[in-house]
Antibody, heavy 120, light 110 residues
Framework: QVQLVESGGGVVQPGRSLRLSCAASGFGFSTYGMHWVRQTPGKGLEWVAVIWHDGTTTYYADSVKGRFTISRDNPKNTLYLQMDSLRVEDTAVYFC?????????????WGQGTLVTVSS | QSALTQPASVSGSPGQSVTISCTGTFSDIGAYNFVSWYQQHPGKAPKLMIYDVSNRPSGVSTRFSGSKSGNTASLTISGLQAEDEADYYCSSYRTDDSAVFGGGTKLTVL
């Protein structure tokens, strides 16, 4: 069945970097656009970034533009999020999610999330 | 990129219907019919319940329905059941090639 497993979360100081990974299995990863979505503990969802199935196009939320980079390695079935210049307000659970096939603005399969805590 | 506006909470008794609203602008909900709804139980990942304003993915109960008027989308859950108690989020495509979520609505089944 479809599995998305995030990893790489942890505690990091403000201004430092962190890279998240999302290992995919059970579906045609290389044919799906992929997202990162985050959720502040006890709060709502916030879309972070999307990358098209072939990696040619990426879009970002204004709140992370210029600091975060989404990328993918299709042969390894893995999605990444490089987070630089981290801020306290980036503290959240980060989910990876697939698009609905061909519809990048919808979120179909989801992982269980990895917690990122930015604190001094 | 402001979030879409949802009521913080709604409630209903088993068997009743409830409607959750989601208000945006002419740059998101009002621009296209690319509105979706997600259900999230505590400690779980969100689940897609509605897309394209009113379409249900395979396996989602027909008790869930969606609609849109102008800049406001709505999710209606009929025949409320205990397992419907969860947080619900709307989402929309935006004309600046971004996606936006609502702040979320906690549904309580009395």
């Amino acid at each position: 069945q479809v599995q998305l497993v995030e990893s790489g979360g942890g505690v990091v100081q403000p201004g430092r970097s962190l890279r998240l990974s999302c290992a995919a299995s059970g579906f045609g990863f290389s044919t799906y656009g992929m997202h990162w979505v985050r959720q502040t503990p006890g709060k709502g969802l916030e879309w972070v970034a999307v990358i098209w199935h072939d990696g040619t196009t990426t879009y970002y939320a204004d709140s992370v533009k210029g600091r975060f980079t989404i990328s993918r390695d299709n042969p390894k079935n893995t999605l990444y999020l490089q987070m630089d210049s981290l801020r306290v307000e980036d503290t959240a659970v980060y989910f990876c999610a697939s698009e609905v096939k061909g519809r990048w603005y919808y979120f179909d399969y989801w992982g269980q999330g990895t917690l990122v805590t930015v604190s001094s | 990129q402001s979030a879409l506006t949802q009521p913080a909470s709604v409630s209903g008794s088993p068997g009743q219907s409830v409607t959750i609203s989601c208000t945006g602008t002419f740059s998101d909900i009002g621009a296209y019919n690319f509105v979706s709804w997600y259900q999230q139980h505590p400690g779980k990942a969100p689940k897609l319940m509605i897309y394209d304003v009113s379409n249900r993915p395979s396996g989602v109960s027909t008790r869930f329905s969606g609609s849109k008027s102008g800049n406001t989308a709505s999710l209606t859950i009929s025949g409320l059941q205990a397992e419907d108690e969860a947080d619900y989020y709307c989402s929309s495509y935006r004309t600046d090639d971004s996606a936006v979520f609502g702040g979320g609505t906690k549904l309580t089944v009395l």
